[in-house]
Each structure stands twice: as C-alpha cells, then as structure tokens.
C-alpha cells in the first residue's frame, strides 16, 4: 500500500529536518543545513536495507518504490525556491561554489553512469 511509503518518507523525512536543524544550531547558522538531503539519503538507504526487505514487496513496495522516485524531484522543487539574489549578494565566492560544484557534477555524470555496469567493448562509434 502507499500508505508505507507515505509513512517511511515521513519519518525519513523528519529524522533529516531534525538533523539539519541540530547542524544549523551547531553552525551557528539561523537556517536548516541539508535537512532534506540527509532525509533523501535516509529514504535511500531504508528502501535498500534488509530490514526493509519484507516490507518493500507486493503493494506496499510498489508505494515505497514511488515515493522513493517521487524524493528527487520534490528536492530539486525546494532548492529552486532557495533565495538566488542573496546567494549573488553574498558575493564572489558564493557563485564561484556554486558554478563549481554544477560544473563538478556535470564532470561526473558519465563517470557515475559507467559505475556497475560491465564493461562493454566500444564499436567504431
């Protein structure tokens, strides 16, 4: 059923917000740092997990597979909404980092995509 992936991304969910508030505190920061990252890693790594295992088939499965594909998104939904002017009024150095690490990701892409694939022979193209 759904409903276990609902509840899964929920606890994920704010398992990684508690974390990232406890790292905004420690940082001395007066915001959230990678609360939905880490909850997206969390969601990743329970849908994997052995312990997972009997709850991850039939129906229910099928709901945390979902909402496991339906994580992604949703974060690249809420960094857009992130505030790109003070980004840029923060200065040089926030759009160097930024610029690199897109650029750093893009770099990795076809190296990433190669990992656990076997290794195929390349035609003359």
Request: one cysteine or more; hydrophobic letters at 60%.
């Amino acid at each position: 059923m759904i409903v276990y992936g609902v509840a899964l991304l929920s606890v994920c969910l704010i398992v990684g917000m508690l974390i990232g508030e406890s790292l905004g505190v420690l940082l001395d920061v007066d915001a959230n740092v990678g609360g939905v990252g880490i909850a997206m890693l969390f969601l990743v790594i329970a849908s994997n997990t052995d312990k997972f295992k009997s709850l991850c088939t039939g129906v229910a499965g099928e709901g945390i597979k979902f909402w496991s594909a339906m994580y992604i998104p949703i974060v690249v939904a809420m960094a857009a909404r992130q505030n790109v002017a003070a980004a840029i009024d923060g200065g040089l150095l926030a759009l160097v980092a930024g610029v690199a690490a897109v650029v750093v990701s893009f770099a990795l892409v076809p190296l990433l995509s190669r990992i656990g694939r076997p290794n195929v022979e390349k035609g003359p193209l």
